[in-house]
T-cell receptor
């Protein structure tokens, strides 16, 4: 049973527009969330994170929003660039604080 | 340039053969993870170690998978016997204590194909 869910396997966006990637989680005890980005033939790399005491965290073109009551987070990329084309994984730190639980990923394609 | 190193990068083998994947974590990191990426499951946590001791291997099929850390610079994941359903990309990652920051550093992965 997936505790971190990314229900959209893929997303296509035009360059310059906003990309919104969504993630839902089932365990209300999760209190730290992260997004990772993965290019083909490479390992995932950390992108941005958010603590449950916040509802927004921004880093340049990337913003993560957290809605605890809905157990939902989203990653906004504005403006989207072709180099953003990758697989994006949502993750939560497990309750024990010892490991990350990942979703299935969303493949973002940004066309120029 | 500190990074996690995994070998082999690619492995093609026949069903029933033994497969061993190796990982050198970043020096100084005390926690090592094995994840598996498949289309169906995304990134699955298989097992992880802290200070070389196994913390959790509940994500691994016990009958055929085993994970060890012979020393602080080497982690291994072994599959014996391998099956076609084991075909996936296997990632090793390392970190200091996760705490609440959660950042892991991943290797480039070992792509396994079992025929």
């Amino acid at each position: 049973d997936q505790q971190v869910k990314q229900n959209s396997p893929s997303l296509s966006v035009q360059e310059g527009r906003i990309s919104i990637l969504n993630c839902d989680y089932t365990n209300s005890m999760f209190d730290y969330f992260l997004w990772y980005k993965k290019y083909p033939a490479e390992g995932p790399t950390f992108l941005i994170s958010i603590s449950s005491i916040k509802d927004k965290n921004e880093d340049g073109r990337f913003t993560v929003f957290l809605n605890k009551s809905a157990k939902h987070l989203s990653l906004h990329i504005v403006p989207s660039q072709p180099g953003d084309s990758a697989v994006y994984f949502c993750a939560a730190v497990n309750q024990a604080g010892t490991a990350l639980i990942f979703g299935k990923g969303t493949t973002l394609s940004v066309s120029s | 340039d500190a990074r996690v190193t995994q070998t082999p990068r690619h492995k093609v083998t026949e069903m029933g053969q033994e497969v061993t994947m190796r990982c050198q974590p970043i020096l100084g990191h005390n926690t090592v993870f094995w994840y598996r990426q498949t289309m169906m499951q995304g990134l699955e946590l298989l097992a992880y170690f802290r200070n070389r001791a196994p913390l959790d291997d509940s994500g691994m099929p016990k009958d055929r998978f085993s994970a060890e850390m012979p020393d602080a610079t080497l982690a291994t994941l072994k599959i014996q016997p391998s099956e076609p359903r084991d075909s996936a990309v296997y990632f090793c990652a390392s970190a200091n204590v996760i705490g609440t920051t959660g950042e892991l550093f991943f290797g480039e992965g070992s792509r396994l194909t079992v025929l």
